[in-house]
């Protein structure tokens, strides 16, 4: 992952705060309550076109006295970062993006390879503390605040040949999923099957079939250790007890199921960067984005039956004005 040029260890956990949601959207006295907000930013919030609606409002100084905890995870680290490479988006980045995350930002979360890890290898499941250590974080936010304008920046060039594989794994996937909509088209041809006379396949019985198979092969391809059998089994047995890697697995067997399912969407290269990103709502109640098209349906689908909530940029603004 690009991120692990950028990011360390994992370190401190912080504590879990409910807020009381109704329909997906928040309870005006929860809101209002003095308990922290936490909160995933998706990238599109620091834009151009959107930054503004979140700098000029009260969002630092509610940073900074509790009120709300930004969420930053290695996915919206990394994808930020990716503005550097971008001549006409980098002074925002280096003069206005970087400094307003540092300066709003309570602990950074560790890359997920290094999360799994605690929480597999380690057998710390639930307990497993997913932050970037202390120290490892100040010197992050000490070199960030050195990142130069010209475009020499060491770090970004050091990560190039990682962020080269993400893409590859980018287009690889959604060529996988292309060929996943052709094998069910074939089938469906050869079976002359329909939604309304065989119905769709259902979600839940498809992830309750598929999770073991996958979460073990993710396992033997993905975790360093020395044994990954028994790292599996662990595993299986208290699949909920490792939060960040099971989503991990369900986030990728969500990936077929919608090019099984929904062969008419477009394919969406970002698809499991935007499930990445919201892994992070296991710890957090609220995701911001401006995203229409594959992050609001799978936020629907997955997160938004588990009480969180969803905001545009300007909807944030609005809400938070109210604490």
């Given at each position: 992952?690009?991120?692990?040029?950028f990011?360390?260890?994992?370190?401190?956990?912080?504590?879990t705060t409910?807020?009381?949601?109704?329909?997906?959207?928040?309870?005006?006295?929860?809101?209002?309550?003095?308990v922290?907000l936490?909160v995933?930013?998706?990238?599109?919030?620091?834009?151009?076109?959107?930054?503004?609606?979140?700098?000029?409002?009260?969002?630092?100084?509610?940073?900074?006295?509790?009120?709300?905890?930004?969420v930053?995870?290695?996915?919206?680290?990394e994808?930020?970062?990716r503005?550097?490479?971008?001549a006409?988006?980098?002074?925002?980045l280096?003069n206005?993006?970087i400094?307003?995350?540092?300066s709003?930002?309570?602990?950074?979360?560790?890359?997920?390879?290094t999360?799994?890890?605690?929480?597999?290898?380690?057998?710390?499941?639930t307990?497993?503390?997913?932050?970037?250590r202390l120290h490892?974080?100040?010197?992050?936010?000490?070199?960030?605040?050195?990142?130069?304008?010209d475009?020499?920046?060491?770090?970004?060039?050091m990560?190039?040949?990682?962020?080269?594989?993400?893409?590859?794994?980018?287009?690889?996937?959604?060529?996988t999923?292309?060929e996943?909509?052709?094998?069910?088209?074939d089938?469906?041809?050869?079976?002359?099957?329909t939604?309304?006379?065989n119905?769709?396949?259902?979600?839940?019985?498809?992830?309750?079939?598929?999770?073991?198979?996958?979460?073990?092969?993710?396992?033997a391809?993905?975790?360093?250790c020395?044994?990954?059998?028994?790292?599996?089994?662990?595993?299986?047995?208290?699949?909920?007890?490792?939060?960040?890697?099971t989503t991990?697995?369900?986030?990728?067997?969500y990936?077929?199921?919608?090019?099984?399912?929904?062969?008419?969407?477009?394919?969406?290269?970002?698809?499991?960067?935007d499930?990445?990103?919201?892994?992070?709502?296991l710890?957090?109640?609220?995701?911001?984005?401006?995203?229409?098209?594959?992050l609001?349906?799978?936020?629907?689908d997955?997160?938004?039956?588990?009480?969180?909530?969803?905001?545009?940029?300007?909807?944030?603004?609005?809400?938070?004005?109210?604490?």
């Amino acid at each position: 992952m690009a991120a692990r040029h950028f990011l360390q260890i994992v370190g401190v956990d912080l504590p879990t705060t409910q807020l009381i949601f109704s329909r997906g959207l928040i309870n005006e006295n929860a809101a209002m309550s003095k308990v922290s907000l936490r909160v995933v930013f998706d990238t599109n919030a620091f834009t151009p076109d959107h930054f503004d609606l979140i700098a000029m409002g009260p969002l630092a100084s509610l940073c900074r006295t509790g009120r709300i905890t930004p969420v930053y995870g290695h996915v919206f680290l990394e994808e930020t970062f990716r503005a550097y490479g971008l001549a006409n988006k980098r002074e925002d980045l280096v003069n206005r993006w970087i400094p307003f995350i540092a300066s709003t930002v309570n602990r950074f979360c560790e890359d997920f390879l290094t999360i799994w890890h605690r929480e597999l290898v380690q057998a710390r499941g639930t307990r497993a503390n997913i932050y970037m250590r202390l120290h490892a974080q100040r010197k992050l936010i000490d070199r960030l605040a050195q990142v130069p304008l010209d475009g020499t920046w060491r770090a970004w060039h050091m990560s190039m040949e990682a962020r080269e594989v993400e893409d590859k794994k980018r287009a690889a996937q959604r060529e996988t999923s292309k060929e996943i909509r052709q094998e069910v088209a074939d089938w469906r041809k050869a079976v002359n099957y329909t939604p309304n006379k065989n119905g769709i396949v259902d979600y839940a019985q498809y992830l309750k079939t598929e999770i073991d198979h996958a979460g073990r092969a993710f396992i033997a391809a993905q975790i360093k250790c020395s044994n990954p059998l028994e790292v599996a089994n662990r595993w299986s047995r208290s699949k909920r007890n490792f939060p960040y890697f099971t989503t991990f697995v369900e986030n990728m067997l969500y990936i077929g199921y919608c090019a099984m399912t929904r062969p008419n969407d477009k394919i969406d290269l970002n698809a499991q960067a935007d499930l990445d990103l919201m892994t992070h709502l296991l710890r957090a109640e609220v995701l911001v984005s401006n995203e229409t098209g594959f992050l609001r349906k799978a936020f629907d689908d997955i997160w938004r039956p588990r009480g969180k909530a969803i905001f545009t940029s300007q909807e944030f603004v609005s809400l938070i004005a109210k604490l």
